[in-house]
């Protein structure tokens, strides 16, 4: 599948994963006994909503293109997509990300917003 559909579908996921959150809230509020729990409530839907969202950004910014090492300049290698956790300020965020190994010195990105070579 070429990145353009992959990005498509996890967005579409996405999608209707917010969908299903939002339902969830939506029966959850009803059996609250209290505006705390619907509060609790809140912030939790909240909190799973953006560790998504940052999560399909991230992986929409793939840098493509040559990579270049920072260490010793060499042309990087792709070395293809691989999942990572990453602490974030709403909890810890799973990516799927390009990961760049450099043939010469061995250093390896995995770069959520690394600018590519021209």
Known sequence: MDEKKRQDQKWAELEAYV??????ARQRARMANSFDEMEEMA????QRLQRAILAASA????PGGRMVCKECGARME???LKGRKLKTS??????ERERWACPECGASIFPPGSKAED
Do not use: S
């Open 19 to 24: 969908e299903e959150e939002i339902k969830k």
């Open 43 to 46: 912030v939790e839907v909240g």
């Open 59 to 62: 992986e929409q910014r793939q």
């Open 78 to 80: 792709n070395k293809g």
């Open 90 to 95: 709403v909890g810890m965020v799973e990516v």
